[in-house]
């Protein structure tokens, strides 16, 4: 390999372009320098070493304050591994001066997160546009930055938590083998380790320690604080300066980080035997660190190996049934880092012809050189994101935490003009220097029914561990699950079913799982046209307050409680139902059950809870006004569907919604509560390890006899015959733009020609970038970041919904909507071919299969059957219905049912770009 993994210094000079003046807005407060700005963002400094970046867009109503902390797991020293990730919760738990940080949160509602990756800690908040917002989120960030309680109650609180955490990503295939790629691929340095760290570590941490390293690190010389959103610069900097400026300049130095990590002198292998449902196959390769000047040749590199649909991969390996499903993603960090690939593969199938010919794939650009044409559409879709992510303050804010963490949040405008000056040759010549046997890491996932482990093997021990241990007999073995078939056949014959007292049904799919976890979803239907009508979103609203807090638990005690009982559980309503889903273990599932009842039937309806979630709502429905994806689809819908503004299917628009949820009370939520929810209609399935009398007797005794006091039918859904529209919507000043196409139409999905129909779909929209009209606009034309179709039809009435959809700049709608109907008329004069519907039928055929074999997709096919009187093998006889279509029938159907003249169309952008692009 030619390229130095070693640590370099950035020396990069930037264009700078300054949007504001400092005679915009004066002198700037004392203490405060400004540094430099580039495409709207401005940079300060502080004179306590705060670097803060300021992102005005006036498009947002919503401001987001994102602080990173330069400290991550690469940070850690011996026995610290996890450290920087369990900070990272117990900042959540609160200062002398912010007590209850959550329930702050809720009271601004605000969507706030925090994570940590290997460089670098962020924590941010989203909040509606008000002073009241801002200043609360600035608060506290200066605050926790120093004064977080980092105590040891919130320890041991927080540490079941996090050993959750860990546990569950150990059930995933995915997780599990990324992990053991990067334990094997890097031998000293720290991006080795997994950044929730070590379970002995986490379990054994010593406050001190953690106290410790919260002090080194977070303080203000090794933080930047960005603040994004409907903001005025003038006036946010003064603020800045008021809330950090007081924080003093600590006089520890931070000593950098030396350790490098040596070329590796060949290839290396890994492989993990664990009960699962699917195999993979995984290759890491070293790569330049993220500021490198040949990292973005390693980017599109990447996207032409890897890309889901289009990729090498993808050709080579799903299309010729080697795998399910195939991918790719580069790691951009400080530090020379990894790109990885895996393949997902059916356990029944051989792994060695995937292996071999993923390696090959991945290792054969000398004799399969890269092509100008994988390079151009590699960049453009690597542009595209870049560019359509600005749409967005908040997703800009978030995502220049991972270029501050690899040195610079210039590196992010930087590495788009280096994207933009790659060369077929500077692809070409890093795949022949990263892709090669040395370079290589190997992983293999395989699931094992019963995997042989060395669990008992004899060593040799110093005689006082030899009396230690004398006598000891240890824990139960953790259970590992069994070889579970997810065929149809199968998943009926292992389903049992039954009826509660009042008449609910229940299906059972016992099996023994990692862990002994287990899935659970309740479907309640509620209510009637007559009873339902004028209510608008107090369904919704009810159905959203249910884990709000009940009559014995508030909010926050809830969720402890669940916490407690290793239990996910999230409810939730719409217009003529209310759900819930259940993640927990066998050991925990009746408690978990009990609890659940108390959330269903007595709920608090707090009305400062209520406040809350209606805030949060109204935030949410303020940002899609400005989104033009929103807007066209809303639009299209209230014009397919033009129910009477009193029946519970009419869409209201954007302000009429909002004004509604401002109205509602709690009165009225407790009186939809007690009028309509009950479970004598309800549909309830369980997947995972349980005993079926048991979990029977537990239902019986919490939902058997519960009632509602409005008689239960199912409201028809009818297909309204409508005019077809054209319609432009503006959106100004957003970068992006939006096209939407649909039709309803008289079918159900047990019609003949459905099948057939959905293959078409699949082949003009459905299927990603491989379909007809991704090709066309994305590939061919350049125009679309993402670009497809869909397609569904009711089970129940004769209602099915076709349409399309493009995201591209506002200039390209016209021939965005150009490209759609030359396509489809295509399709309907020329028909598809017979490859096109051999893979896009091959593709849907082992989709399902996956989907079968993951319990928390496989509960929601079984509850969606019990209302429909279905068994699995509905299901199987549609999948032999799209085995047995010929072309014929598929381009038939497509002529027949899809005709451009009855589409409606939608387009939102900005007005002033596409008269701008014309003149």
């Given amino acids: 390999m030619t390229f130095n993994f070693k640590k370099t210094a950035l020396a990069i000079t930037f264009a700078v372009a300054t949007s504001t003046s400092f005679a915009t807005f004066g002198k700037l407060p004392e203490g405060v320098e400004k540094v430099t700005s580039v495409e709207g963002i401005t940079e300060y400094r502080l004179d306590n070493g705060l670097q803060v970046l300021i992102f005005p867009d006036k498009t947002q109503e919503t401001i987001t304050v994102n602080i990173v902390y330069h400290v991550g797991s690469k940070h850690e020293n011996y026995g610290e591994t996890g450290m920087a990730h369990l900070l990272e919760h117990l900042v959540f738990k609160g200062t002398p001066k912010h007590t209850d940080i959550d329930e702050e949160f809720t009271k601004h509602g605000a969507e706030a997160n925090g994570t940590t990756w290997f460089d670098r800690t962020n924590y941010y908040e989203t909040v509606a546009a008000n002073e009241e917002n801002l200043n609360w989120a600035l608060d506290l960030e200066a605050d926790r930055m120093i004064n977080s309680f980092i105590a040891k109650k919130d320890l041991d609180s927080e540490m079941t938590v996090v050993r959750n955490e860990l546990e569950n990503g150990e059930n995933s295939p995915f997780r599990v083998l990324f992990q053991r790629l990067l334990a094997t691929g890097f031998d000293w340095h720290n991006y080795g380790k997994s950044t929730i760290g070590a379970r002995a570590d986490l379990e054994n941490v010593d406050i001190t320690n953690l106290q410790a390293f919260y002090k080194k690190h977070y303080q203000p010389d090794n933080a930047t604080l960005i603040v994004a959103g409907k903001v005025d610069e003038a006036e946010l900097i003064k603020k800045i300066e008021h809330y950090f400026g007081d924080v003093k300049k600590p006089t520890r130095v931070i000593p950098e980080l030396y350790t490098e990590e040596p070329i590796q002198d060949g290839e290396r292998k890994v492989v993990v035997r664990r009960t699962g449902d699917v195999q993979m196959v995984g290759a890491m390769y070293k790569t330049p660190a993220g500021a490198d000047e040949d990292y973005a040749a390693v980017q599109v590199l990447t996207q032409i190996m890897g890309d889901s649909e289009t990729g090498r991969l993808h050709n080579e390996i799903v299309k010729n049934k080697l795998a399910a499903s195939t991918f790719g993603f580069p ?76 040195g610079d949040w210039r590196l992010l405008f930087l590495n788009r003009d280096r994207l933009e000056k790659v060369t077929v040759a500077d692809v070409q010549r890093m795949a022949n220097e990263i892709f090669v046997n040395d370079n290589r890491t190997l992983g293999l996932f395989i699931p094992e029914q019963k995997p042989d482990r060395a669990d008992s093997i004899e060593r040799f021990a110093q005689a006082d561990i030899d009396k230690m241990l004398e006598g000891y007999e240890g824990r139960e073995e953790v259970a590992q699950g069994e070889d579970f078939d997810p065929s149809h056949d199968n998943i009926d014959a292992r389903t049992v079913k039954s009826e509660l007292a009042n008449g609910a049904k229940v299906v059972y799919l016992p099996k023994k799982t990692r862990g002994e976890s287990v899935v659970v979803r309740v479907n309640f239907d509620l209510g009637n046209l007559e009873d339902l009508r004028g209510l608008k979103v107090i369904p919704k609203l009810a159905g959203g307050m249910l884990d709000r807090g009940t009559e014995k638990y508030s909010r926050e005690e809830l969720q402890a409680e669940f916490d407690k009982l290793k239990a996910n559980v999230s409810s939730y309503g719409s217009a003529t139902s209310a759900g819930v889903s259940i993640q927990t273990t066998k050991e925990n599932l009746t408690a978990v059950l009990g609890l659940v009842e108390e959330v269903l039937k007595n709920p608090r309806f707090d009305q400062k809870e209520l406040e809350i979630l209606k ?196 200039e390209n709608l016209p021939k965005v909507e150009q490209g759609f109907k030359e396509e489809f008329e295509r399709v309907v004069k020329e028909g598809f071919t017979q490859k096109e519907l051999d893979d896009a039928r091959k593709g849907v055929l082992q989709g399902n299969r996956i989907n079968r074999a993951k319990d928390n997709r496989l509960v929601g096919a079984l509850t969606s059957n019990i209302d429909l009187g279905r068994s699995m093998q509905w299901n199987k006889g549609f999948e032999e219905k799209l085995q047995k279509l010929t072309l014929e029938e598929v381009n038939a159907a497509f002529r027949n049912y899809f005709r451009l003249e009855d589409i409606s169309i939608i387009k939102a952008g900005d007005k002033n770009k596409m008269e701008a692009a014309k003149s």
Avoid at 335 to 363: C, S, Y
Avoid at 375 to 388: C, D, S
Avoid at 661 to 680: D, R, Y
Avoid at 706 to 734: G, H, L, M
């Fill in 331 to 406: 790691f951009q960090l400080a530090e020379p880092g990894a790109v990885i690939f895996m393949a997902q593969v059916a356990k029944d199938k051989d792994l060695a012809p995937t292996e071999k010919a993923f390696l090959n794939t991945l290792e054969n650009s000398a004799t399969k050189p890269i092509t100008k044409e994988e390079v151009e559409r590699a960049k453009t879709k690597l542009l595209k994101q870049i560019e359509l992510s600005f749409n967005n303050s908040q997703s800009v804010t978030i995502g220049l935490t991972e270029w501050i963490g690899m």
């Fill in 615 to 810: 805030q949060e709502m109204v935030v949410s429905l303020e940002q899609q006004k400005q989104q033009p994806t929103s807007q066209v689809f809303r639009q299209l819908q209230r014009h397919l569907s033009p129910y009477d503004d009193s029946h519970p299917y009419y869409s209201m628009d954007i302000d009429d919604e909002i004004a509604a949820i401002k109205e509602v009370e709690t009165s009225e939520l407790k009186q939809f509560h007690k009028n309509f929810m009950g479970a004598q209609d309800a549909d309830i399935a369980l997947v995972g390890d349980f005993a079926v009398d048991d979990v029977k007797s537990k239902l019986d005794s919490t939902l058997g006899q519960w009632q509602s006091v409005v008689p239960y039918e199912r409201i028809k859904r009818e297909t309204k015959d409508v005019d077809a529209i054209n319609r432009f919507v503006d959106t100004p000043d957003k970068a992006g733009a939006a096209f939407g196409a649909m039709m309803n139409f008289k079918m159900r999905d047990d019609h003949k020609d459905y099948p057939a129909l959905t293959m078409a779909n699949e082949i003009f929209g459905g299927s990603g970038l491989g379909s007809r009209l991704a090709k066309r606009l994305r590939q061919q034309d350049g125009l679309s970041y993402g670009a497809g179709s869909w397609l569904n039809a009711s089970s129940y009435d004769e209602n099915a919904t076709f349409g399309a959809y493009a995201i591209c700049a506002p």
